[in-house]
Every structure is written in structure tokens, then in C-alpha cells.
């Protein structure tokens, strides 16, 4: 059952910008890592992005780094993640997700507890 709320998925050109948002239950979000996953058709959940609870930390996908940024603002329990320079190959459902990964196990879907309902990204060449 999905926890978290989330919106900002659409359709894009390639070269542009979205920004997704995830709005996390209180007690949910309150000192969770917060991460963003994506899943294409026949593929596994691929990670895409972390953040620490106090956002001190965060981790990327190799594919993303340097184009998204993950963010998080405590007071409202909302995680964002704001995609630049978006590609064909970003196209998918990208899901929210709250936990308490290690820092070996950060990009692990499994390590995640709560998940949002997933929105759907296409980003036409």
C-alpha cells in the first residue's frame, strides 16, 4: 500500500526539466532517508537517488549525477527531485521511497519500507 503522495510526472522533449515531489506522512518521513527509484517494463526497480534524513547526505546514480537533484524540506515532509537535461532513457515510473538503508545498502529498493504510487516520466527524443 502506498504511503506517500506523489506528483510532478508528465511528458518531456529531451533537453528538458521536471520536477517530481513526495509528500511523506510525518511520522514517516521524520528521520528517514528519502529516495527516488525508477522501473521500466520488464526490469527490475532501478535507484536513481537518496538523501539523508538531516540531508546531509546524498547518493546518485551514476546515470543521473550531474542532471538530478534530490532535495528534502523536513518541515513539510516532502522529498523533490528535480530533473535537468532529461534523456530518452530516463523515461519510466519513478516511485519515492522511505527507509533506514546502511551506506553499503543506500540503493537498495529491498532496504525501503514505504513506497509512493509511482508517476509516470516519458521523455520523447
Known amino acids: 500500500q502506498a504511503q506517500q503522495v506523489e506528483s510532478g510526472g508528465g511528458v518531456v522533449q529531451a533537453g528538458g526539466a521536471l520536477r517530481h515531489s513526495c509528500a511523506a506522512p510525518e511520522r514517516t518521513f521524520r528521520r528517514s532517508a528519502m529516495a527516488w527509484f525508477r522501473q521500466t517494463p520488464g526490469k527490475e526497480r532501478e535507484f536513481v537517488a537518496a538523501i539523508r534524513w538531516n540531508g546531509g547526505s546524498t547518493y546518485y546514480a551514476d546515470s543521473v549525477k550531474g542532471r538530478f537533484t534530490i532535495s528534502r524540506d523536513n518541515a513539510k515532509s516532502t522529498v523533490y527531485l528535480q530533473m535537468n537535461s532529461l534523456k530518452p532513457e530516463d523515461t519510466g515510473v519513478y516511485f519515492c521511497?522511505?527507509?533506514?538503508?546502511?551506506?553499503?545498502?543506500?540503493?537498495?529498493?529491498?532496504?525501503?519500507?514505504?513506497w509512493g504510487q509511482g508517476t509516470q516520466v516519458t521523455v520523447s527524443s
Open positions: 521511497a522511505a527507509g533506514d538503508p546502511s551506506f553499503w545498502t543506500v540503493r537498495r529498493a529491498v532496504d525501503y519500507d514505504y
